[in-house]
T-cell receptor, first 112, second 113 residues
Framework: DAKTTQPPSMDCAEGRAANLPCNHS???????VYWYRQIHSQGPQYIIH???NNETNEMASLIITEDRKSSTLILPHATLRDTAVYYC?????????????FGTGTRLQVFP | EAGVVQSPRYKIIEKKQPVAFWCNPI?????LYWYLQNLGQGPELLIR????????DSQLPKDRFSAERLKGVDSTLKIQPAELGDSAVYLC???????????FGPGTRLTVL
């Protein structure tokens, strides 16, 4: 079973920031938070991951709370092409726990 | 550089027929994954290969599903015989060994009539 909880859907106006929340209250100390997204009719695409510090790359920012029980993915200036299902995944790093267990994700709709 | 290649992209068969899916991972990626994605759900891992060895096939329904990666490069997933409930998207992914980014192919959409 997925170890994360996400809202099923969200809307965002084009050009505005999209903030996608994720709860992972049972995360272990050595587990990372990963985000993937899946655009319609495509395979999932990696976005970003982090352990406990905030992370930023060219696609997004990841904010992880100090207790690590929740996180937020931020798309700073959403475009229509960001319309997709976003998956928050808790992932172990050892040989036996290195799995991507997808939940149902958040369907983000960016509107003009 | 080419991404993960899968074929066919779409397949329609009648129940009880066999079907096979092919995947060519990114060059140099030792780890290969097959996932199943039902409509409205996230992908679920079927099998994971490290080179030619299946290191996690606990979720593969072995009565009808089989997979191989004979030379540690490309892979084939087979279903025989197919059932109506097998209609889904079958995704292949690859990565470098370890907890690295997984790169996904576009998937094969199977429809069983």
């Amino acid at each position: 079973d997925a170890k994360t909880t996400q809202p099923p859907s969200m809307d965002c106006a084009e050009g505005r920031a999209a903030n996608l929340p994720c709860n992972h209250s049972t995360i272990s100390g050595n587990e990372y938070v990963y985000w993937y997204r899946q655009i319609h009719s495509q395979g999932p695409q990696y976005i970003i991951h982090g352990l406990k510090n905030n992370e930023t790359n060219e696609m997004a920012s990841l904010i992880i709370t100090e207790d690590r029980k929740s996180s937020t993915l931020i798309l700073p200036h959403a475009t229509l092409r960001d319309t997709a299902v976003y998956y928050c995944i808790v992932r172990g790093q050892s040989y036996n726990t290195d799995k991507l267990i997808f939940g149902t994700g958040t369907r983000l709709q960016v509107f003009p | 550089e080419a991404g993960v290649v899968q074929s066919p992209r779409y397949k329609i068969i009648e129940k009880k027929q066999p079907v096979a899916f092919w995947c060519n991972p990114i060059s140099g990626h030792n780890t290969l994954y097959w996932y199943l994605q039902n409509l409205g759900q996230g992908p679920e891992l079927l099998i994971r290969y490290e080179n030619e060895e299946a290191v996690d096939d606990s979720q593969l329904p072995k009565d009808r599903f089989s997979a191989e990666r004979l030379k540690g490069v490309d892979s084939t997933l087979k279903i025989q015989p197919a059932e109506l409930g097998d209609s889904a998207v079958y995704l292949c992914a690859s990565s470098l060994t370890g907890p690295n980014e997984q790169f996904f192919g576009p998937g094969t959409r199977l429809t069983v009539l």
